[in-house]
């Protein structure tokens, strides 16, 4: 082996070795690494927890199939008091089904509202890179949610008679998580979705709506953006249907067990 090569190889092991001891040195709980599965080639995904922050980094395909990475922060703090906050907002007994989950989806999307801007700000920054229409930065948003693995978050009852393949949270309010608590954990079903999409949506240029299914115990987007497909009309509006539990669903289409359009409730707008 030649003299620089030996140097090189060298160079490498010795940090390999810093990175290997450094990531030893998580003796306490303020500092861990969290791995989490993935799927997409562009970026390792992985959660890093230092002191009170937990960085997160995403990788994920768009309908194009281009491969996307991001990366953001949340405070272990802010995650704290949100949660907090999700479990003290009051209950009225005396509102009807839509009016009662209007009145939580809204007080989630507006106490979190300004707590998406630096997640809202490094979507719109890669929507620009890659050049993307209005239509393109809906399906970037909405491809990043989708891409998340789905989570089954029970008010009550506890995991034990649920899908053991599927991540389980037992015991949180209401039976979701608001946007921070969401992205912070990675634990979302599908109104845990649609609040946080419908909050990060109300930061551009879109107008989200949120509705759920009595019938099918379920909860939907409608965004309007040009598509073909299943949709509902709201204030003059074509509004699309928009599947986010899984990866794969574009606008206008809904579940097949689900297309009974007037059996849909439109929450929040």
């Known amino acids: 082996m030649q003299k620089n090569s030996l140097i090189k190889f060298v160079s490498f092991i010795f940090l390999l070795l810093i990175i ?7 003796n306490d709980d303020s500092e861990a690494i969290i791995p989490v599965d993935y799927s997409s080639p562009t970026c390792l995904e992985f959660q890093y927890s230092f ?11 768009d309908y194009a199939y281009h491969d996307n990475c991001l990366t953001y922060a949340t405070s272990i703090d ?3 008091n949100r949660k907090a906050h999700r479990k003290a907002i ?3 007994p005396f509102l009807s089904n ?18 998406l801007i630096p997640l809202a700000d490094s ?10 229409t209005r239509d393109g930065f809906a399906e970037l948003i909405v491809s990043f949610v989708q891409d998340i693995p789905y989570s089954f978050i029970l008010p009550g009852y506890t995991c034990s008679n649920e899908d053991p393949n599927i991540d389980c949270v037992e015991g949180e309010r209401f039976g979701l998580l608001g946007p921070v608590e969401f992205l912070h954990t990675l634990s979302g079903d599908c109104d845990t979705r ?18 759920n299914s009595w019938k099918y ?13 299943e949709y509902l009309t709201h204030k003059g509006q074509r509004l699309y249907f928009w599947e986010t539990t899984a990866t794969g669903w574009r606008s206008g289409e809904i579940p097949p067990d689900m297309t009974d359009l007037n059996s849909w409730e439109i929450i929040l707008d």
């Open 98 to 115: 839509a009016k009662y989950w209007r009145e939580v989806y809204m007080n989630l999307a507006h106490n979190d509202f300004e707590a």
């Open 90 to 92: 009051l209950d009225n």
């Open 217 to 229: 115990l379920h909860s939907m987007l409608l965004l309007d953006v040009k598509s073909s497909g």
């Open 51 to 61: 002191k009170d922050t937990l960085e997160t980094q995403r990788s994920w395909l």
């Open 123 to 132: 979507l719109s920054t890669l929507a620009n890179e890659l050049q993307l």
């Open 20 to 26: 290997v001891v450094n990531l030893s040195k998580n």
């Open 78 to 80: 802010d995650y704290i």
């Open 194 to 211: 649609t609040v946080l999409l419908y909050t990060l949506l109300k930061h551009f240029d879109f107008h989200p709506v949120i509705v």
